[in-house]
């Protein structure tokens, strides 16, 4: 398995990952947040991006040694999907928010035969709810989907669930209490706003309304 920690070291240093328990940022959702992560960073950085792709493949590698296609979500995760289906030989499509409003009106691109054995490619998981929308349209397209990979996720307990329900199996290359722990640890935070941090994940949208 991935070495979280090596990965959240990789987000913090390149600064993917900003926390701010004290000043908190705002999500589309509207949600106050006291961190915001911007994986997209990630890919000015080669030596970075290069170690988080390896990593990336060894887990789709081992965990997933069925895999006969990858597909990643628009937009985030083009780039990690057509990365790691490279290093793996591996075919490739990607997944539109919606169907294009002209052309040929697709909303995956790329060539895919029915039935093959799917990989999700998402660059986070935050609600799950947008990752899961592109396994319905994956999945409707005739694919079968055996897996969900991402770089970094949350660990919402909506979003766990909602996996668990839909059948999909999720690997994350670290996550949210590795990341923490760590900032903790390189003085990138205080100790005492740790909990903080750790409070805003079990319920963000009751923490945002009382900032």
Known sequence: MTNEKAIAEKLLQVNAVKLNPKNPFTWASGWKSPIYCDNRKLLG??????????????????QFPDAELLAGVATAGIAWGAMASDQLKLPYIYVRPKPKEHGLGNQIEGFYEKGMKTVIVEDLISTGKSSLQVVDVVKEAGLEVIGMVSIFT???????????EAGVRTISLTN????????????????????TLLNWRENPSIWGKSI
């Open 45 to 62: 950085y080669p030596y970075v991006r290069d170690f988080i792709k390896s990593e990336m493949c060894n887990v789709i590698f081992e």
């Open 154 to 164: 949350y660990g919402f307990e909506t979003a766990t669930v909602a996996c668990a």
């Open 176 to 195: 949210y209490d590795t990341l923490i722990k760590l900032a903790v640890e390189k003085g990138i935070i205080e100790e005492e706003d740790q909990n």
